[in-house]
């Protein structure tokens, strides 16, 4: 532990809760699986081809229905991407779950995570999860592994003054950081907000497949009816 620096005191933390600067967020729940099939599913565009295609099979044969493969396309494509979103959601909501270690009047405790308050000595060993942010303060060959937020898979070494993120967890050394950015202001909270929206991405391989599904959506009401 840094010499001389000894956490927050008792008088202090009862400062910060009394001023509100405590780690407390909105809590979220992800849609289950059903109501993310259910909001892909029935959607205009489906709705038009769909009919379109009981037509085209009564009038042509099932052969000719086969053009509304592109509502399995967009159901999949939709579904996929708010999958991804609900599993995101998931785990952050039970990283911030996980109970803390605090550096207060010069004692290691073991506190609940909406029991942390601003400019808290937050420790951590491997294992651990990080459920606010701040800049290191002191690191001992400590490695974090930042997968969840950035998709890299390498654990990335931390020195006093970098920064860690909430959402990410300990695998290697100890190290101590300042709790700056708690509640709804921290970046694993900000990410749960965002997921919870269930908002489809708009990259371009999505918006290139949304026009062709449009423009296949024009050419089929004169060749469903050849």
Do not use: C
Request: net charge negative.
């Amino acid at each position: 532990m840094l010499a001389g620096d000894r956490g927050l005191t008792a008088a202090e933390v009862a400062e910060r809760v009394e001023a509100g600067a405590v780690n407390e967020a909105k809590r979220h729940t992800s849609r289950p699986f059903s109501a993310i099939l259910r909001a892909n599913l029935f959607t205009p565009l489906n709705a038009v081809i769909g009919v379109l295609a009981v037509i085209a099979v009564t009038f042509g044969g099932w052969k000719q229905g086969l053009f509304a493969g592109v509502i399995i396309a967009n159901i999949l494509i939709g579904t996929i991407q708010e999958l991804r979103a609900k599993r995101t959601l998931d785990k952050l909501s039970l990283m911030n779950q996980a109970n803390a270690k605090v550096l207060r009047d010069g004692e290691v405790q073991e506190i609940a995570p909406n029991k942390i308050v601003k400019d808290d000595l937050v420790f951590v060993e491997p294992g651990d999860r990080v459920v606010v942010d701040g800049p290191v303060v002191e690191s001992r060959n400590l490695e974090i592994d930042e997968s969840l937020l950035t998709g890299e898979a390498d654990p990335v070494a931390k020195a006093p003054g970098d920064d860690v993120r909430s959402g990410s967890f300990a695998v290697a050394g100890t190290g101590l950081f300042r709790a700056e950015h708690i509640g709804a202001d921290s970046y694993a909270a900000k990410l749960v907000e965002e997921a919870s929206k269930f908002t489809l991405a708009r990259s371009e391989l999505r918006e290139g497949i949304n026009r062709f599904i449009k423009l296949i959506n024009w050419l089929i009401v004169p060749i469903a009816f050849l």
